[in-house]
Each structure stands twice: as C-alpha cells, then as structure tokens.
C-alpha cells in the first residue's frame, strides 16, 4: 500500500510533509508509513480517499484497477473536475497545495482543572532484611 501512496505522491508532485498536511496527518506519521515502520491506518486511508476523491478506493487498499476512478459526466451539481483543477493550480503555482476553503477552522479549547495540593501523611521504608518502619505525620 506505502508504494501506491507514493505513486499518489509523485502524482500530485508532493513531499510528503507536503501530502501530509495536505491530507492534514502529522509528519512523522506520514514519514513512518512511506518508511514501513507502520502501515497506513483507516483514518489515514479515509483521509486519503476523501482530499483526493478521484482515486480509486480498490486500487488504494488493493492494488486493483486503475488509479483514478471513471470520469463522471460533469453538470452543475457535480463538482468532481474539481481535484484535477486543484492539482493542476498546485503543479502550475508552485505552491504545493490548494487550502480548502470549505474546511471549517478547528479551535482547541484547553479546560484546566485545579486540584487541591497533595499533603505527605505516612512514609514507609523498606529495608533489605525484609523489615520495614513507618513513619506518620503529625497532625497541626
């Protein structure tokens, strides 16, 4: 599957921080995959199938058929020349990648909970002789 993935890569004339980001993975995960330390998981696939809806799911997993699906008949509703528009506006601009303007902006919201401070109330010691003291703090 990794040598599919970097067919894809060529194809769309991608590093692979590049196709990373553009699938919208972390480097390193991308960077493990095209290594074989990891295999392509089911949300990198889907990611994958859903930046790049051309591609042909069966040769993706499988290696079967072609690498892009079937032309579909273009109207007002049907937007699937669109990738190829983009990948064509990547190749001439130099850029790399084409922002998805539809993709909504994800803000991270980060909640800390205060705990109260921990208080030492009993150590215990353990000696090599199988013996052991204990010792409790006072309370004020």
Known sequence: MKERI???MEHEHLKQAQFAEAIGI?????SHIISGRNNASLDVLT????????VSPDWL???QGAMFREAQPQNADNISGESSLFSENRQDSGLGMV???DKPIEKETV??????AKAIS??????SDSTFDT????KK
């Open 6 to 8: 970097i067919q894809l």
């Open 26 to 30: 972390q480097r390193a995960a991308m």
């Open 47 to 54: 990611k994958i199938l859903t930046r790049y809806p051309e």
């Open 61 to 63: 997993l499988f290696g």
């Open 99 to 101: 922002q998805n303007a």
């Open 111 to 116: 909640i800390t909970i205060e705990k109260p």
């Open 122 to 127: 009993k150590i215990m010691v353990f000696y």
């Open 135 to 138: 010792f409790v703090l006072e």
